[in-house]
């Protein structure tokens, strides 16, 4: 079966660290750019890290610049988000996506580009 599968989210306290993880069965991730979206309650969903295919191009919002690294193992057709240094306000259920169209470092990923997806994991970080 094709598909997407987002793991290690979970409740962390503020200042710790989790390590996504996003898989794929059946078919490769060698040709696609990813992208790690999230979507905390009420709020719309934002792209906060892509990476290119090929390139190694890769982008970071803002608010995870510096904190959040985005990494992909081609033989394990699995692309990774480190997150460190954690805030209340990264809770939000975040999703791997894939697209064709190449990361850019200077722009954040567009939802529209991102055609497959995965289930989404949640992220909680509280006290």
């Known amino acids: 079966q094709v598909q997407l599968v987002e793991s290690g989210g979970g409740l962390v306290q503020p200042g710790g660290s989790l390590r996504l993880s996003c898989a794929a069965s059946a078919f490769t991730l060698d040709y696609y750019a990813i992208g790690w979206f999230r979507q905390a309650p009420g709020k719309e969903r934002e792209g906060v890290s892509c990476?290119?295919?090929?390139?190694?191009?890769?982008y970071y919002s803002d608010s995870v610049k510096g904190r959040f690294t985005i990494s992909r193992d081609n033989d394990k057709n699995t692309v990774y988000l480190q997150m460190n240094s954690l805030k209340p306000e990264d809770t939000a259920v975040y999703y791997c996506?894939?697209?064709?169209?190449?990361?850019?470092?200077?722009?954040?990923?567009?939802?529209?580009?991102?055609?497959?997806w995965g289930q989404g994991t949640q992220v909680t970080v509280s006290s």
């Open positions: 996506a894939t697209a064709w169209t190449p990361c850019n470092s200077d722009y954040p990923p567009i939802l529209y580009d991102y055609k497959f």
């Open positions: 990476v290119s295919s090929s390139d190694g191009n890769t």
